[in-house]
């Protein structure tokens, strides 16, 4: 019951907000902030929690789709019916490659390479200096959809959000139990048992590696709009472990457990921020404790004890 | 470019591939010996200037400053690792990559908090100062050829100490049969602990050497970090001796790239898009060589452990 | 009798400077249980990596039913018709019984780049998986996890997975090692019923059951096959005695 009354209740806790006191501009800019971060953290989950890869370059994904956006831009080109599949397009490209590549290792090498991927993702962002290189790139508008300034208004580009997020959940969570998802799962927790029953693992892998890349393109995009500025720290290694750390503060046993930790590293970071130029030295901390401490995650916290 | 420029940068190449040798070589050794990721092994790096530049400002003399910010880095790494990495060494890679990432958030803004956010300037002894002539007309910091003379005698020393003396025996053993050694009645914990502070003293060492030729700043750590995960990689995880190669060969790359790769393009394009193609397959560089080896060799270029 | 099912031929494998497969060739029939014996370290378990693919021989062919296969990936193998079960137990302990062997039917039933329909709800799978189960006596775990079944159910388990893969040629490691009396005699009954539609190249220590259920046997000693007959004939070779049972049987 519980599985599917979690997520119910926190797709509805986040369509209502705008009515229950969040519908002030900055609010509302925060929780859209924490519903395109969560989508990424959704494809991620996806990754460490549904396939056992953990990536630790998913960063990258959401810089090529918001770099894509730009470079788009900075030709005049603001249809998302262009923008979008383009974004998302080339984050799956990016993914593809680089998962080739690293899916050949695993385990400790896999978090490796995929961090130094991200990175040299962030070197190419900050030398391009057509788009600002380190100093980052002010979009003149956010994406049109069908010539019109939908996105513009706050109230839509917040329900945007939530819809696209919706639907990349119900796709991965559905994904992770139809037979591809069994495949990964089985491959997570032992390899040789999958070949041994006929499946090569790397295909699946690979897949799951351009699903969750193309899901980290669209969030890119989204982001870009959010603030319209894009910078290299879009795609820093730090980002990326953020993004890990909402997927395991959320739980990794659950896909909703990734968009629970997205909300709650957001908020924990406004409200840090606020008390302190220096929040990171709480949030270290606060990092390593739940790591030791907090191994189910908020989703184990709210899941029946039986699990 | 003239055979003059060449021969400087590939002396900063070399000098950069040392300096990332000492980085690498704790940290190849920590995955080998004990399969832990640690990513906080930057801030060593990070620590070991900070403590070098301060303690060389206080006590007047950059040789004390620099013999000192040795214990004081050996310190900083046995506190980290009694307070959190023992702690995470039964953990999977996931925990171990988040707890160290927490570590690294905390030490990092520490330090800012400690030292501020301007970078620290520690001058070069009087000793090193100035230049030697090369050739007749070129000039190359004496310092600069200093760090890389250090750099190549900790490396002899490094080899001869792990393989020629019994505690090196066991480290190398350690990284290819753990279970052997734990079955021959060494303390493990101990054999872990003595490799964990002696690679971060190794990096502090690093940090300090390179701080006179460098600003000391916060987050100082976390590029050498990625590149030295590059170059385990490349390596072979628990390998000095691929570390060591790879160190050198990652340097000279990703030196030689940036200095060359501009002009060479310029062969075939316009100035302003050669620089700019140039800076951005530059910065890629190091990471296309790692593809390149993973593609060839998925176990690096001296695997430790063999199968 | 038609062509043999596998045949190998000429199959080498060293490790540094120890042959651990020296040259060996069998063949195993369709409706045959060709037994493999011999001391422990003879390179049992190495040559069956080998014809799984698990391990890449240094020389010599495996063909299967007619097609050469030495250089097929295992899940290439496995779909080729050959399956085989692990000396040290091989499951999904997260997965359920039933899912367990779902999987392996999975892998026989068209594209698994499928992604809407939830798996455990497929109906053909979950039939094909309780059938496997049923052969080996487990279908009354079906709903159990697997990671907590007893010793003795997770050979049929395995045994259950390797039969979903819908193979031509089991290739069995020890499926009673650790198993009890009781789950003994359950196995080798089984084992019994299985040769009449599978191809059988058993490796096993209890010398009991080889004579029970073998067609022929081959004994291998240091990598090498020094003897191959039926069971009279390996329990009157003189050689064999000497090399092997002479330790075990006496």
């Known amino acids: 019951m519980r599985e599917r009354a979690v997520p119910l209740l926190l797709f509805a806790a986040l369509a209502a907000a705008p009515f229950l006191g969040f519908g002030e501009g900055y609010a509302l800019t925060l929780l859209a902030r924490a519903m395109i971060l969560g989508m990424a953290a959704v494809g991620l989950a996806l990754l460490v929690g549904g396939a056992g890869l953990v990536s630790l370059g998913h960063a990258a994904t959401l810089g090529v789709g918001a770099y894509a956006v730009v470079a788009l831009d900075a030709n005049g080109i603001v249809e998302g019916a262009l923008v979008l599949p383009v974004a998302i397009g080339a984050a799956a490209l990016f993914a593809l490659a680089t998962g080739a590549v690293s899916l050949r290792t695993s385990g400790v090498h896999f978090i490796m390479i995929t961090l130094a991927f991200g990175q040299m993702a962030f070197f190419t962002a900050s030398s391009l200096a057509a788009y600002g290189g380190d100093d980052g790139y002010t979009l003149y508008a956010r994406t049109e959809l069908g010539g019109t300034r939908l996105l513009e208004d706050r109230l839509v580009f917040h329900y945007a959000c939530l819809g696209l997020l919706a639907l990349v959940f119900l796709f991965c969570r559905a994904a992770l139990a139809a037979r591809f998802g069994r495949v990964l799962r089985a491959a997570r927790e032992n390899p040789l048992r999958v070949r041994a029953v006929g499946f090569d693992p790397y295909p699946y892998r690979l897949l799951a590696c351009v699903i969750a890349g193309a899901i980290g393109g669209l969030s890119g995009v989204l982001l870009a709009n959010a603030t319209e500025f894009v910078a290299p720290s879009y795609l820093s290694w730090q980002r990326s472990g953020e993004l890990l750390f909402m997927v395991i503060l959320g739980g990794l046993g659950s896909l909703h457990g990734a968009i629970l930790g997205a909300l709650a590293y957001v908020l924990l970071e406004e409200w840090l921020s606020h008390l302190t130029e220096h929040w990171r030295m709480v949030f270290g901390p606060l990092l390593v404790l739940s790591v030791l401490f907090f191994r189910g995650g908020l989703a184990g916290l709210l899941a029946p004890r039986r699990r | 470019m003239s055979a003059e420029l060449l021969l400087v940068q590939a002396l900063n190449g070399l000098q950069f591939g040392v300096l990332l040798f000492l980085v690498a070589a704790g940290l190849t050794l920590v995955f080998g010996v004990m399969d832990f990721i640690n990513l906080a092994h930057g801030v060593q790096y990070m620590l070991g200037a900070y403590f070098g530049a301060t303690l060389a400002a206080a006590t007047g003399s950059f040789w004390l400053g620099l013999l000192l910010a040795l214990p004081a880095a050996l310190a900083a790494g046995l506190a980290l690792e009694l307070l959190v990495f023992r702690h995470l060494y039964g953990r999977d890679h996931l925990a171990q990559v988040l707890a160290t990432f927490g570590v690294i958030l905390f030490l990092n803004e520490g330090v800012k908090l400690a030292w501020g956010a301007a970078p620290l300037q520690m001058p070069v002894p009087p000793l090193l100062e100035g230049g030697v002539a090369l050739m007749p007309g070129l000039q190359y910091p004496v310092y600069r050829l200093a760090i890389l003379a250090a750099g190549l005698a900790t490396a002899l020393l490094l080899w001869v100490l792990v393989d020629r003396t019994r505690a090196g025996m066991l480290v190398r053993a350690g990284a290819t049969h753990p279970d052997i050694v734990a079955a021959l009645g060494v303390d493990i914990r101990r054999l872990f602990l003595l490799v964990f502070a002696f690679g971060a003293m190794l990096a502090g060492f690093a940090g300090a050497m390179a701080a006179p030729v460098l600003s000391v700043e916060p987050g100082m750590g976390d590029a050498p970090l990625i590149l030295a995960f590059v170059v385990i990689v490349i390596g072979g995880i628990g390998s000095i001796r691929g570390a060591f190669v790879a160190s050198l060969l990652v340097g000279l790359m990703d030196t030689l790239g940036r200095a060359a790769l501009p002009d060479l393009l310029r062969l075939f394009l316009a100035p302003s898009p050669a620089r700019q193609a140039g800076a951005a397959i530059a910065s890629m560089l190091v990471y296309i060589l790692m593809a390149a080896v993973l593609a060839v060799r998925p176990a690096g270029l001296f695997p430790a452990r063999a199968g | ?250």
């Open chain 3, 1 to 250: 009798m038609t062509a043999p099912l596998l045949r190998i031929e000429g199959l080498s494998k060293r490790f540094g400077g120890l042959a651990v497969t020296d040259a060996v060739s069998l063949e195993v029939r369709a409706g045959e249980i060709h037994a493999l014996i011999g001391p422990n370290g003879a390179g049992k378990t190495t040559l069956i990596n080998q014809v799984s693919g698990a391990l890449a021989p240094d020389a010599g062919r495996i063909l299967f039913a007619g097609r050469d296969i030495t250089r097929l990936s295992m899940p290439r193998r496995v779909r080729a018709g050959l399956a085989r079960t692990f000396q040290v137990t091989c499951i999904l302990p997260g997965f359920s019984v039933l899912e367990n062997v779902a999987l392996a039917a999975q892998a026989r039933d068209g594209s698994s780049f499928r992604f809407l329909r939830p798996s455990a709800g497929e109906d053909r799978l979950n039939r094909a998986a309780l059938e496997a189960l049923a052969a080996v006596g487990l279908a009354h775990r079906a709903a159990a996890p697997a990671g907590a079944l007893a010793h003795g159910e997770k050979r049929q388990l395995e045994l259950a997975i390797a039969l979903a893969t819908r193979p031509r040629l089991l290739l069995l490691d020890e499926p009673l090692a650790g198993a009890g009396p009781e789950e003994t005699e359950r196995l080798i009954a089984l084992l019994g019923r299985l040769r009449a539609d599978y191809g059988v190249l058993l490796v096993e220590h209890d010398m009991r059951a080889v004579f029970a259920l073998a067609d022929r046997i081959s004994v291998l000693v240091y990598g090498r096959v020094i003897a191959t007959g039926a069971p009279p004939e390996i329990r009157a070779n003189p050689e064999v005695r000497a090399a092997y049972l002479g330790e075990d049987e006496a």
